[in-house]
């Protein structure tokens, strides 16, 4: 397993366990090599116990993995920035609708969900 594969494989992780995340960057420095993840937003960055939690178990195992490798997780308010992402999964609200955009490399194809969050009553319609 690659150190991208691993990253990506927990930030899908990531996505799915902690609910306030509405944004994730991932790529590698072009000056230090270094694996960079930006979370979005800094409220569930510096906040969300659930959050740090799998943050620090995620850099404990990456470090046990890939010993020779460097992990750093940011959010917007810092000086580093993701410039060109491996990988990258936001949720943007429009209205009463959530749109999910993800991208990744590694299945060269983009995808773009709409979900509403409209409860709709079908009680009229049998």
Do not use: C
Not at 16 to 35: D, K, L, V
Not at 47 to 66: G, P
Not at 113 to 118: K, L, P, Q
């Amino acid at each position: 397993m690659t150190p991208q594969t691993f990253i990506i494989q927990q930030l899908k992780e990531l996505l799915n366990e902690i609910p306030g995340i509405i944004g994730i960057r991932y790529g590698i420095s072009a000056y230090t090599g270094s694996h960079i993840i930006e979370i979005y937003p800094e409220e569930t960055y510096y906040n969300n116990d659930d959050y740090i939690k799998k943050e620090i178990a995620v850099t404990e195992q990456f470090e046990k993995l890939f010993p020779g490798e460097e992990l750093f997780f940011i959010t917007g308010d810092g000086l580093s920035k993701v410039e060109n992402p491996i990988f990258e999964s936001f949720v943007q609200t429009i209205d009463n609708l959530f749109v999910e955009k993800n991208t990744g490399w590694y299945d060269n194809y983009k995808q773009d969900i709409i979900v509403s969050t409209e409860n709709y009553n079908y009680g009229y319609a049998a």
